[in-house]
């Protein structure tokens, strides 16, 4: 069956985790992925393992065989002349290509967007590196490390106060970063009849994350009132229950922050009487009093197993989840049933397990098929099919274009992840109405900071900014009325997103099985946390404890500690972002052959791609991670971690993986005695001793200023970076280069900031409006694209049908 991307052609020049991600979200599709690889080694995670058995083979890593299935590849070495003509005869006949070097060294091999459309002017190039294209920091050397530690996400959530900030236990920069380059990269190439041209795709992993993850909840509170929050090792501060305590067995996230999900967790209890206390039906009450009641739920966990308790509690309306290890993850019945753990063989391997697709499409459902390729396997296939291009005719830009304009969306999508689709796809130029109501508010118009400090549904800052780009329709569903509304526009969209239960669009006759009989090119985007079928389908969740399904949160926290919660929830604006890719898969496929598709989103099988490094140790070796605090993840780079500096709270990153960085590192410390310890002589005792290296680390950067020594250590070839907090966005030199953080005038007469285009396309310049107020749009929607007359509106507006 050709997948949603079959036509497609993608020339990929990565290595590591970010492009090659990207590259196999395309392959995983359908498209023609062929990977440029450099003799000898290869891309370097073929190097970095696991290896079955620890023994040491190029053609057997894990972390290379899952991030490279279904591609083709290709040995040419760019640095000789004759192999990057062969590349760019190559690239000349591609539709995308994707590549994660520095701007310095596309430029310096001639191989940067400018010299590149002069080849090719229909040409897509995703550019994933973690600074991006442009900006002071844009040729700074640098790892996933130094792009997470970059953007607050560390400081504002994760570890312990005094302690040094924390990544996840994975790529967790580098997989973010690929998700945006495929969900922005494929617009591009979808919406070419649209712009008229390719573009250059310009995503910095850091600033995606600055903008969606951190600057979404933070940064219009801060540049408003002047305060920013730090982390707290405890769990998401406006609300309680909201972390992750121990129990018998192993840990559980603990979450409740609807009056509901608390009294059925006081009903799993015993009802103690302490719950009964009035104030604690209130969220932001329990965590002010978060003191006091973790403990005595603590005391209650403690006697019970995790799966009792997730168990008990998810039967009483509660979303509360075990804290799978990667292996309880990867055994999970449920993956089986949904067929998400595979099992390929690959010439090399023999058998071997991996992870399945991120989501499951009705018609094209995609995923590995093919195992990942032997260094150069199809090199000679591929270049004889070369031949001397003649040149390409120019293309012809329509200025100002953007790539998804003509498409509408109607966005039922509800917390963050949805209206973050929805986002994505106007970002890109889709006209997105957010269906709500104001029978029920979306709790998060409820969170503060207010505008101006004054509370209400439309004046929440984060609001504004997590669902910018949304318009609104207000929709009682209750009534058939109501419910026909809600028919009529989907039929005038060519996209609906939900995320609510599994089967109650089903219930009130809004499914995808009842509505593609009436439109049968209609793209549905069903985002639950674990699916739409399986063992744990009905598993409530919100991103902050969805992730404990995957095995991710069991990787981290600091090295041989317990789990640590990440205070928000990652996992929106990653599986938001990630759905448009989906949608944008699923409009390729429909503009190829008439048929929409259903797309079964399970936002635990798109989180556990980010698991896949510790998955593939485990598949291999039996071994299941634990945490690592800000190790890298293959254990390859050492020194690898955040050390402190002067001044409250300051921290700087730093990554050695070759043996000349660390020679670079040593002058640039001046030489000292402990570095010529017999144990740092190599790699692999720095390795075997990096408590000890990174205790030597702290004592020499403790007494040095962040920002300086960051200077000194990038100019002696380092990666090296400022650990920034919330505080430290808005001034930034990077970011304000970039535009990453805007401000606007919100319809009630404020200003406030927001962030922008946290992606940079070359071509099509995107204008960011403050998330709507509910119903901004309903006169133009329910008149204009519905055809309602004016009667008939004010009617159902009386009725309160349209409230």
Not at 170 to 187: M, N, P, Q
Not at 288 to 294: M, T, V
Not at 369 to 389: F, I, K, Y
Not at 402 to 424: D, H, I, K, M, S
Request: hydrophobic share 40%; net charge negative; charged share 20%.
């Amino acid at each position: 069956m050709a997948g949603a991307l079959a036509g497609i052609k993608v020339i990929e020049m990565g290595g590591g985790v970010s492009a090659p991600f990207c590259g196999k979200l395309f392959s995983d599709y359908g498209a023609e992925v062929i990977k440029v690889e450099p003799p000898e080694v290869g891309d370097p995670s073929r190097k970095w393992g696991p290896f079955p058995g620890d023994v040491a083979d190029i053609e057997k890593s894990g972390v290379f065989h899952c991030l490279n299935t279904n591609k083709k590849s290709v040995v040419l070495d760019v640095n000789v002349a004759s192999d990057r003509e062969k590349l760019v005869a190559l690239i000349a006949t591609a539709d995308v290509l994707i590549e994660n070097n520095t701007p310095q060294q596309m430029r310096n091999l001639g191989l940067d967007y400018d010299c590149l459309q002069d080849v090719n002017p229909r040409l897509v190039m995703v550019s994933i590196t973690p600074y991006g294209q442009t900006g002071p920091y844009a040729d700074w050397k640098a790892t996933d490390l130094n792009a997470y530690h970059l953007t607050g996400a560390s400081s504002r959530y994760c570890g312990l106060p005094g302690e040094a900030p924390l990544e996840h236990g994975t790529f967790a920069a580098d997989y973010f970063g690929a998700v945006a380059g495929a969900s922005w990269g494929l617009a591009a190439v979808y919406g070419r009849k649209n712009t008229g041209v390719g573009q250059h795709v310009d995503v910095s992993s850091a600033e995606a994350i600055a903008a969606t993850f951190v600057g979404g909840q933070n940064i219009g509170g801060y540049a408003q009132d002047g305060k920013f929050e730090k982390r707290t090792g405890v769990g998401m501060p406006l609300g309680a229950p909201a972390t992750i305590v121990p129990c018998k067995d192993g840990h559980v996230w603990m979450l409740a922050l609807e009056p509901g999900q608390w009294n059925g967790i006081a009903k799993v209890m015993g009802d103690p009487e302490w719950m009964q206390t009035e104030m604690f039906q209130d969220m932001f009450s329990r965590a002010q009093n978060a003191d006091l009641i973790y403990p005595l739920i603590e005391e209650w966990t403690m006697k019970h197993g995790k799966h009792e308790i997730m168990e008990q509690c998810q039967a009483a309306g509660a979303p509360v989840s075990a804290v799978f290890t990667v292996g309880e993850a990867a055994e999970h019945p449920h993956l089986s049933v949904r067929g998400y753990m595979l099992e390929l063989d690959h010439e090399a391997l023999g058998k071997v397990r991996l992870l399945g697709a991120p989501f499951k499409l009705s018609e094209t459902p995609g995923g590995p098929t093919s195992s990942a390729p032997l260094l150069g396997a199809d090199t000679q296939e591929v270049l004889a099919g070369l031949r001397a291009e003649t040149p390409s005719e120019p293309a012809i830009a329509n200025n100002g274009a953007r790539p998804l304009q003509g498409l509408r969306v109607a966005n039922f999508g509800w917390v963050w992840a949805g209206p973050v689709v929805g986002q994505t796809l106007n970002f890109l130029g889709a006209e997105v109405y957010k269906v709500e109501s104001n029978v029920r508010v979306d709790m998060t118009r409820t969170l503060p900071p207010f505008g101006g400090g004054e509370s209400g549904p439309n004046r929440s800052l984060s609001n504004h900014a997590c669902w910018a780009g949304n318009g609104s329709v207000t929709i009682d569903f209750k009534s058939e009325e109501g419910l026909a509304l809600a028919r009529q526009l989907i039929m005038e969209s060519d996209v609906v997103i939900e995320n609510f239960g599994p089967g109650v669009m089903d219930k009130i006759g809004l499914g995808y099985e009842e509505m593609k009989t009436h439109k049968a090119d209609l793209v549905m985007l069903s985002m639950q946390g674990a699916g739409a079928y399986g063992p744990l389908m009905n598993t409530r969740t919100y991103g902050l404890s969805l992730t404990s399904l995957t095995g991710l949160d069991s990787l981290n926290g600091y090295a041989g500690g317990p789990p640590l919660p990440v205070e928000n929830a990652y996992s929106d604006p990653f599986t938001g972002i990630f759905g448009a890719f989906a949608v944008v898969s699923a409009l390729n496929h429909r503009d190829e052959t008439g048929t929409g598709q259903y797309i079964d989103f399970s936002q635990q099988e798109a989180v556990m791609q980010m698991v896949g490094p510790a998955f593939m140790d485990y598949a291999m070796n039996g071994r299941v991670a634990g945490p690592i605090g800000n190790k890298h993840p293959r254990a390859i780079a050492a020194p690898h971690g955040v050390f402190p500096c002067t001044g409250d709270d300051r921290w700087i990153s730093i990554a050695v993986e070759e043996e000349s960085e660390w020679q670079a590192l040593v002058a640039a410390m001046g030489s000292p005695h402990w570095a010529d310890s017999p144990e740092f002589s190599s790699l692999q005792g720095r390795l075997d001793h990096i408590e000890m290296l990174h205790e030597q680390m702290a004592l020499y950067t403790q007494g040095r200023n962040d920002r300086e020594l960051t200077t000194k250590l990038q100019a002696a070839g380092v990666a090296a970076a400022p650990v920034l907090n919330v505080g430290d966005l808005l001034d930034d030199p990077h970011f304000k280069a970039r535009n990453t953080f805007i401000e606007v005038d919100h319809p009630l007469g404020f200003r406030e900031t927001i962030y922008g285009s946290y992606v940079k396309l070359s071509h099509s310049p995107v204008t960011v409006k403050p998330g709507p107020v509910i119903g901004q749009d309903n006169e133009h929607v329910f008149k204009n694209v519905l055809g309602l007359s004016i009667d008939r509106y004010d009617e159902l507006v009386e009725k309160k049908v349209i409230y």
